[in-house]
């Protein structure tokens, strides 16, 4: 079983086609990186060490004193009454607590959600949650155990444990020497001390924590789009199935018709003639003298497509001469940017000659079977 994913692995050489990456976003398969919901985390810490706690910290000190003094005065014995009142005491200590930790929460679980948002890919799949019976193998957990990116997030943990350690332990001892360098030192000090040290070992933790998160959004894209990888049979297979795909052929047909108006739009100006059929069929031919051994197919289309040729060479004046086989005939067997065969070339110089001559004598008569057209429609 390991050597055949190892050797799926070896065989995945081909780039990730854009389907391949639209079905595992689908499925919830994005680039995560947790160390950047981390970073902001600590960063929503800092907030609250430095603002929230200002704000709701009175709120609870002082809901934790009145639960002291009024439990203090409370005379329980054999009467209920007594119990009663202390319940009422201690909810209205709770919800007193709740609503001053609530915006404390909210700070931080906020962090968290931007942590994931900044990230620019958020997919929320049933897929993802779905219970796998692979994820419970003991040889695929031995596996997981043992992979690269688990080496990887092992390395992560080892540096964030051993920088952040030092921090602390760098941080502390500068508040312990501050304690014990302040002549009168009072206990009712210690908070703010704390709190100070606090704040200094969060902003200290997120200036390390901010190019780690940026290291692990790059290292995350880059496992991600390695683990998407393709062999060569899959993206075969993908190409025969998109083959049947209604969305994929109407896509490339109507890439193909861009690029055929485009085509027209560009060469039909500078055509010397279009034949047509007369709305079905429209072929258009240039000959440049001296260089070209036989009047040369610059655009043709049938329909539509006649229809816009024959649109635009009427608004550049373009001659646009009706002759139904010839057209017909030039449609099916020339193709764009080759030559008309010999078999056609006496009739087709007798329309150059015409539309040459046309140039200096507006009156002349078109070939026989040809007749010149003014309307384009």
């Known amino acids: 079983m390991a050597e055949g994913d190892e050797q799926d692995?070896?065989?995945?050489?081909?780039?990730?086609?854009?389907?391949?990456?639209?079905?595992?976003?689908?499925?919830?398969?994005?680039?995560?990186?947790?160390?950047?919901?981390?970073?902001?985390?600590?960063?929503?810490?800092?907030?609250?060490?430095?603002?929230?706690?200002?704000?709701?910290g009175p709120q609870m000190v002082d809901a934790l004193s009145s639960l002291?003094?009024?439990?203090?005065?409370?005379?329980?014995?054999?009467?209920?009454?007594?119990?009663?009142?202390?319940?009422e005491i201690f909810w209205d200590f709770v919800i007193r607590i709740s609503v001053a930790i609530t915006p404390i929460?909210?700070?931080?679980?906020?962090?968290?959600?931007?942590?994931?948002?900044?990230?620019?890919?958020?997919?929320?799949?049933?897929?993802?949650?779905?219970?796998?019976?692979?994820?419970?193998?003991?040889?695929?957990?031995?596996?997981?155990?043992?992979?690269?990116?688990?080496?990887?997030?092992?390395?992560?943990?080892?540096?964030?444990?051993?920088?952040v350690g030092g921090l602390a332990l760098w941080v502390t001892?500068?508040?312990?020497?501050a304690i014990w360098q302040t002549p009168g030192f009072l206990p009712e000090y210690l908070p703010?001390?704390?709190?100070?040290?606090a704040r200094r070992l969060l902003i200290a933790a997120a200036i390390f924590l901010v190019p780690v998160a940026i290291l692990d959004i790059l290292w995350q894209r880059f496992n991600w789009r390695n683990k998407q990888m393709m062999t060569i049979k899959e993206?075969?297979?993908?190409?025969?199935?998109?083959?049947?795909?209604?969305?994929?052929?109407?896509?490339?047909a109507a890439l193909r018709r861009q690029r055929a108006q485009q085509r027209i739009a560009?060469?039909?100006?500078?055509?010397?003639?279009?034949?047509?059929?007369?709305?079905?069929?429209?072929?258009?031919?240039?000959?440049?003298?001296?260089?070209?051994v036989a009047p040369v197919c610059v655009a043709k289309g049938a329909d539509l497509m006649a229809r816009q040729i024959r649109l635009i060479a009427h608004e550049h004046d373009v001659p646009i001469l009706e002759n139904k086989p010839l057209a017909r005939t030039l449609y099916d067997v020339v193709e764009i940017d080759d030559p008309v065969p010999v078999e056609h070339w006496e009739v087709v110089a007798e329309?150059?000659?015409?539309?040459?001559a046309l140039k200096t004598d507006p009156n002349r008569k078109p070939p026989a079977g040809s007749s010149l057209r003014e309307d384009p429609e």
């Open 351 to 356: 329309i150059i000659s015409f539309v040459m």
């Open 266 to 292: 560009a060469a039909v100006p500078n055509a010397d003639v279009i034949l047509t059929n007369p709305t079905h069929y429209a072929v258009a031919l240039k000959y440049e003298l001296g260089e070209d």
């Open 9 to 56: 692995k070896s065989q995945q050489t081909q780039e990730p086609t854009e389907k391949k990456l639209r079905d595992a976003r689908k499925k919830g398969d994005v680039p995560t990186s947790k160390e950047t919901g981390n970073m902001m985390v600590v960063v929503s810490l800092i907030g609250v060490a430095g603002f929230a706690l200002q704000w709701q």
């Open 173 to 177: 001892n500068g508040a312990v020497r």
């Open 68 to 87: 002291i003094d009024q439990s203090g005065t409370i005379n329980i014995g054999s009467d209920s009454a007594g119990v009663n009142d202390l319940g």
């Open 105 to 163: 929460f909210a700070l931080m679980l906020a962090g968290a959600i931007f942590g994931v948002l900044i990230q620019g890919e958020t997919v929320v799949a049933a897929e993802r949650i779905k219970p796998k019976l692979s994820k419970i193998s003991l040889i695929g957990g031995i596996k997981r155990q043992f992979s690269a990116n688990t080496l990887v997030e092992f390395v992560k943990s080892l540096v964030k444990v051993l920088v």
């Open 192 to 197: 703010g001390y704390m709190a100070d040290a």
């Open 235 to 252: 993206v075969r297979d993908e190409m025969k199935e998109s083959e049947g795909d209604p969305l994929i052929r109407g896509k490339r």
